[in-house]
């Protein structure tokens, strides 16, 4: 018991590169593992966030298979975002907006193909 008491965590918002994020001793106050950390945390809010369009399911599909390619794609997701959740409990503000603009710019970019997929060529004059 007299070991829980001697942890020091961070419960607000701060800025340094002192971050413990998903394992104890990572990043390891390294910069270039904190770097490392911020671009992982970022492609994995980015794939969460692609990973929301996928997949299609056709109607000339086995409703099992296709079912459990849903739940699969699913659970993957939902893993995922508990990571990044995790990650966003160690309190550094960096690891929030990290994570913030990871789901942002996979958000815009399953969007924008969403769009340009559905919206029909336009013929030349």
Do not use: C, D
């Amino acid at each position: 018991m007299e070991h829980m008491m001697n942890m020091n965590m961070q419960m607000s918002f701060h800025w340094g590169k002192e971050a413990t994020i998903l394992f104890k001793g990572w990043p390891n106050e390294s910069t270039a593992m904190y770097i490392l950390a911020l671009l992982l945390l970022f492609v994995l809010a980015f794939a969460m966030e692609t990973l929301s369009a996928w997949p299609n399911v056709k109607p000339s599909m086995n409703p099992i298979v296709a079912g459990l390619a849903q739940a699969s794609v699913y659970a993957v997701r939902i893993g995922m975002g508990y990571l990044v959740m995790l990650a966003v409990m160690s309190f550094n503000a960096r690891i929030f907006i990290v994570a913030v603009a990871g789901h942002t710019f996979g958000y815009f970019i399953v969007k924008a193909i969403t769009l340009a997929v559905a919206k029909p060529a336009a013929s030349p004059p």
